[in-house]
Nanobody
Framework: VQLQASGGGLVQAGGSLRLSCVAS????????MAWYRQAPEKQRQLVAK???????????NYADSVKGRFTISRDNAKNTVYLQMNSLKPEDTGVYYC???????????????WGQGTQVTVSS
């Protein structure tokens, strides 16, 4: 599985960016699609995730710091997950990584796959 993230850049505080992550290869059944970020000298932290259910519905979770400003979405046909980021703040600066947890049915075990990261810098 290969994940290609894009959409990062330099933006002023209050601005917006939209990140995209395209998955390719033998993906299997997707359990979770997520975005993480890693600020300088800090650990990688979850920003937002979409949890797929067996009924093809999904739910979303967000870090408290981005609730109301960021929106995660997906396009199943394109194997793509998006992160719309509005009202950006300097503390949103970091490298953003996309993550997909998937499993090869019927006997596989769930595996995490990571993109290469895309830099987001928010200036004050």
């Amino acid at each position: 599985v290969q994940l290609q993230a894009s959409g990062g850049g330099l933006v002023q505080a209050g601005g917006s960016l939209r990140l995209s992550c395209v998955a390719s290869g033998t993906i299997g059944n997707i359990n979770v699609m997520a975005w993480y970020r890693q600020a300088p000298e800090k650990q990688r932290q979850l920003v937002a995730k979409i949890i797929m259910s067996s009924s093809r519905s999904s739910s979303t979770n967000y870090a408290d710091s981005v609730k109301g400003r960021f929106t995660i979405s997906r396009d199943n046909a394109k194997n793509t997950v998006y992160l719309q980021m509005n009202s950006l703040k300097p503390e949103d600066t970091g490298v953003y990584y996309c993550n997909i947890n998937s499993v090869m049915l019927p006997f596989g075990t769930p595996k995490d796959h990571w993109g290469q990261g895309t830099q987001v810098t928010v200036s004050s």
